[in-house]
């Protein structure tokens, strides 16, 4: 049998006797338990009423101090605080049985918006602009970035000087962030800068004015080429200032948020006179010159024209020195120009005679090279164009260079000191050796005839005595180090007064030969020809071989020597010489035309340079027949129209037997120099400048009798000077002193004696 069903009674009574329990257990103290606190600000600590707390379904809000009491069941529970403007937290507490829970201080973090400002325009960033939202405003950094905080509500404000104020309402404000406050993402704030627009144009012409400045408060824009300006970021009430070179400023003009703001502007005109500075008439025709744009005087000397302020008025007329001034806004200005001309008359100082010839460089400002004149027959030179001339260097043989400072063009009478050249040789080697060469300066400043110096600055063996700058001299390797310094030197030589001649010698170059055995002379079959020394010579007839040379001596005279003398300008003549070859066919008008070629173009070279400019050669070419060059290339008609001096080497014991008539010519030093410098003049005007014998050789022993015969040879021929030859330059110091000449008064032939002799013989 089953059971009976329970009856209404029953049911109903176990109802009554679950609510008695609960009844029972209320009235022992049995509740829910409840978790409190507080919630605040995190930036201020400030209570935050009204602030809500969550939990599940049950909820509870923060009153007036920012507390809490939450109700829940024992256990472990997430609580959800937020409160509008504020990033929302979640938290954990557990409650116990019988229990309340109590939490602590809940602290909420103000919303952040994060923003980028930028130009609408240009995509720029816009620093310093401030951004307002609610109570609070922040202001963008270099990046036109910024961080605002967002606890108030309100709409978006951005501003900046110079652009358009933006706003945005509190709607897209708040759709910038998630329900739990995060920062969904940066915030672009585009702002359009206010602009002012025009066009500036001519009050005259309504022509457009390119390249002014339009100026509104502080931020300017240049006009293009249609006269268009656009100026951006301008604030209200600013004022308009126009400025330009063509035109006078403007001013009194004000932006008031106008968008667009045309300019009329008066050019700036002047009337230019322009008058002759000696006698102050008008010069019509003259050309006043602005930029690309120019106007010509009329028959009154006035030009009309319309320049810009701060640009160069440049005057010129045919005959007259040009002259340039600074316009600076004048309304008439009057200017005279001074004959452009320069002119002058060339005389030696002791006789008056003109100096036919003379070579005149005239120096302009800012042109390193000068311009080279020649002085006519009578002395005359003429500039017809003077223009920028501030000096003049004069250069005639047989006087000392000569310079003048010109102030302006005009007429100047020259007069020029005398001079010849009185010298000793200095062998290279001997500037590895302060001392000697400390002696030999010595020498000349103590002595009582001697003036000048030749020293070897590329010596027989063709090794420098300089650091050269010419790329095929560095190439070759060609500075002969441990020398002393070249400048150092000079400075010594002129602080004396002493002319410094530099002794270069030419196409004997064992240097060069070596580093370019394709530029040698050669025998057919290849092998390099070597003279008696050893040495190699190069080939006259190549291009890069004269180029060389060529350079090098404008390196020395620009150094400051006052002459360059070149050696060895010739083709070999000594060892075996038969059968020798070169880049070209050694011929006599081969050879001749090679050296003629070569002297010129150093001529050339060296003519706008300070330096005076002579050549050796042998003693016996004086005597040589202008149908022969003796196999070398070297004539008087091939050297001596180039040069300022010839100096023929008249050795006499170097003249062989039967030369001049003289079985020994070693034993006839005055005749030997006498006949060989009337010779040399007689066949060119050239100035001659012997070079004498200061050594013996061969059994013939030069004394001090022998010295001076020389001299007074060239002295009674009326040569242009003298030097003196000793390859390990050593010199009778008595030689050049006063009183020497007349100890040997009765041994020395004079010119009237000895041209007596040779009438009487002939």
Not at 24 to 29: I, K, N, P, R, T
Not at 372 to 385: K, M, P
Not at 600 to 607: D, F, K, P, Q, R
């Amino acid at each position: 049998m089953g059971h009976d069903r329970p009856s209404a009674w029953g049911r109903r009574g176990r109802l009554l006797w679950v609510e008695l329990l609960l009844l029972a257990l209320v009235g022992c103290g049995f509740r829910q338990p409840a978790a409190s606190g507080r919630v605040s600000d995190a930036a201020t600590g400030a209570p935050l009423a009204g602030a809500r707390v969550v939990s599940g379904e049950t909820a509870s809000e923060t009153d007036a101090d920012g507390e809490f009491r939450l109700r829940l069941r024992p256990g472990t529970h997430r609580l959800g605080v937020s409160s509008d403007g504020y990033l929302s937290q979640e938290l954990e507490v557990t409650l116990e049985e019988g229990s309340d829970g109590s939490m602590p201080d809940v602290a909420l973090e103000r919303r952040r918006l994060a923003a980028h400002v930028v130009d609408a325009e240009s995509g720029a960033p816009v620093a310093g602009a401030r951004v307002t939202l609610g109570e609070s405003n922040a202001v963008a950094d270099a990046q036109g970035s910024l961080e605002v905080e967002a606890h108030t509500p309100g709409p978006l404000s951005a501003t900046c000087p110079g652009y358009l104020p933006l706003e945005l309402p509190q709607a897209e404000v708040e759709a910038m962030f998630s329900p739990s406050g995060a920062l969904v993402n940066w915030l672009t704030l585009p702002l359009t800068p206010r602009v002012l627009e025009g066009v500036v144009t001519l009050n005259d012409s309504g022509a457009p004015v390119p390249g002014t400045t339009v100026t509104v408060g502080d931020v300017s824009a240049q006009t293009d080429a249609r006269g268009y300006y656009h100026v951006l970021g301008v604030e209200p009430a600013s004022p308009i200032t126009v400025q330009g070179p063509s035109h006078h400023p403007v001013d009194g003009l004000t932006y008031d948020g106008q968008e667009r703001q045309d300019v009329t502007v008066k050019p700036w005109a002047l009337a230019l006179a322009v008058g002759d500075a000696v006698t102050g008439q008008a010069l019509p025709g003259a050309t006043v010159t602005v930029g690309d744009r120019s106007a010509t005087t009329d028959a009154s000397g006035v030009a009309q024209l319309q320049p810009y302020r701060g640009m160069t008025v440049t005057v010129s007329l045919d005959g007259f020195a040009p002259i340039e001034l600074l316009y600076e806004g004048q309304e008439s200005l009057t200017v005279t120009l001074a004959r452009a001309r320069l002119e002058g008359h060339l005389r030696n100082k002791a006789t008056g005679a003109p100096l036919a010839g003379a070579r005149v460089l005239l120096y302009r400002q800012g042109i390193e090279v000068p311009e080279v004149l020649r002085a006519d027959d009578a002395g005359y030179f003429a500039a017809e164009n003077a223009d920028g001339v501030n000096r003049l260097l004069i250069k005639a043989p047989g006087h000392r260079q000569h310079e003048i400072a010109i102030a302006a063009p005009g007429a100047l009478e020259i007069e020029l000191d005398p001079f010849e050249a009185r010298a000793v040789y200095i062998p290279f080697m001997l500037l590895a050796l302060p001392d000697r060469i400390n002696q030999l300066i010595g020498l000349v400043d103590d002595s009582d005839e001697l003036n000048a110096i030749v020293v070897d600055v590329k010596g027989d063996r063709a090794w420098l005595a300089w650091e050269s700058q010419v790329p095929v001299a560095q190439e070759i390797d060609a500075y002969y180090n441990g020398l002393m310094d070249l400048p150092q030197f000079l400075t010594m030589c002129h602080d004396r007064g002493i002319y410094v001649i530099a002794r270069m010698v030419m196409f004997k170059d064992e240097v060069l030969a070596a580093a370019h055995p394709e530029w040698a002379a050669t025998y057919a079959d290849g092998r390099t020809y070597v003279d008696l020394e050893g040495l190699r010579w190069v080939d006259p007839f190549r291009r890069e071989v004269r180029d060389y040379n060529l350079a090098l001596a404008r390196e020395v005279a620009l150094m400051g020597f006052d002459e360059v003398q070149l050696d060895y300008v010739r083709f070999p003549s000594d060892g075996s010489t038969r059968g020798l070859t070169f880049s070209e066919e050694s011929t006599f008008e081969s050879r001749t035309r090679a050296m003629a070629e070569f002297c010129s173009e150093m001529g050339t070279v060296l003519a706008p340079t300070p330096a005076f400019y002579s050549a050796d050669i042998f003693g016996l070419v004086v005597w040589v027949d202008p149908g022969r060059d003796m196999g070398i290339g070297q004539r008087m008609e091939d050297v001596a129209p180039y040069v300022d001096y010839i100096s023929p080497m008249l050795y006499p014991t170097t003249f062989g037997p039967g030369n001049l008539g003289y079985q020994n010519p070693g034993l006839y030093p005055y005749e030997v120099v006498y006949r060989s410098v009337r010779k040399s003049q007689e066949r060119f005007d050239t100035l001659v400048r012997p070079w004498l014998q200061h050594y013996s050789i061969g059994g013939i022993n030069y004394g001090m009798l022998e010295l001076l015969k020389q001299k007074k040879a060239a002295e009674d021929r009326n040569s242009s000077g003298w030097i003196y030859w000793n390859s390990r330059g050593l010199y009778e110091r008595d030689l050049f002193m006063d009183g020497t000449q007349e100890l040997y008064a009765d041994q020395l032939p004079s010119a009237e004696e000895f041209e007596a002799q040779e009438d009487a013989a002939q």
